[in-house]
């Protein structure tokens, strides 16, 4: 009965390489969320998307590509990894944009070697 | 853009004490919320403010919205060890279409048993 489900949990790879980390909720919320939580446990948001239109992009690297293919997933495309990139990145949703109650998802801690 | 300023970044307490942690912001705010990450989680919302001078409580948990505006105050009464994690207060970006969450840099809380 998971509410906002992220996989994988741990994500460990090389400079260089391509990765996605999946988000899924079963909330029937319209909007979804990424936000970024650095090693200081600074949390900032990075996309979101409202019925699979995307409605914030924060200053992100291009190499960062969300994807929606339908409004119960966001998914995160990485190109290029760098060492930067190292973070824990959470998925969240809300009933609607603009909305204060989030719901998020356990985390993907990323570490790019 | 908004800021918000919390503190203390850190407390490490005794169990069955109180805590109180409070949250600035450089603009008026219209709300404030307060969330809670236990380790190795995603943040959870534990009380949102919406009026300024509104008080409300969640158990043991108080906060307020402070009448300027610009300040809460989240207090924990009689600690326990599983009120162990980092507390973020929070603001919703409402500039145009957004909703994101604009979170302060968290109080990372550690209660001795």
């Known amino acids: 009965d998971t509410a906002v489900s992220q996989t994988p949990k741990y994500l460990v790879t090389q400079m260089g390489n391509d990765k996605s980390i999946k988000c899924e909720q079963n909330?029937?919320?319209?909007?979804m969320y990424w936000y970024k939580q650095d090693s200081k446990k600074f949390l900032k948001i990075m996309f979101s998307?409202?019925?699979?239109?995307?409605?914030i992009n924060e200053t992100v690297p291009n190499r960062f590509s969300p994807k929606s293919p339908d409004k119960a997933h966001l998914n995160l495309h990485i190109n290029s990894l760098e060492l930067g990139d190292s973070a824990v990145y959470f998925c969240?949703?809300?009933?609607?944009?603009?909305?204060?109650?989030?719901?998020f998802g356990p985390g993907t801690r990323l570490t790019v070697l | 853009g908004q800021q918000l300023n919390q503190s203390p970044q850190s407390m490490f307490i005794q169990e069955g004490e109180d805590v109180s942690m409070n949250c600035t912001s450089s603009?008026?705010?219209?709300?404030w919320l307060w969330y809670k990450q236990d380790p190795g989680e995603g943040p959870v919302l534990l009380i949102a403010?919406?009026?300024?001078?509104e008080l409300t409580s969640n158990g043991r948990l108080t906060a307020q919205f402070g009448i300027t505006r610009k300040d809460s105050f989240l207090n924990i009464s009689a600690s326990i060890p599983s009120d162990v994690g980092i507390y973020f207060c929070?603001?919703?970006?409402?500039?145009?279409?957004?909703?994101?969450?604009?979170f302060g840099k968290g109080t990372k809380l550690s209660v001795k048993p």
């Open positions: 969240a949703s809300s009933h609607n944009a603009g909305e204060d109650t989030q719901y």
């Open positions: 909330l029937g919320h319209d909007t």
């Open positions: 998307y409202n019925n699979k239109e995307l409605i």
């Open positions: 603009s008026i705010f219209n709300t």
């Open positions: 403010l919406y009026k300024a001078g």
């Open positions: 929070a603001d919703l970006n409402y500039g145009g279409s957004q909703g994101n969450l604009i």
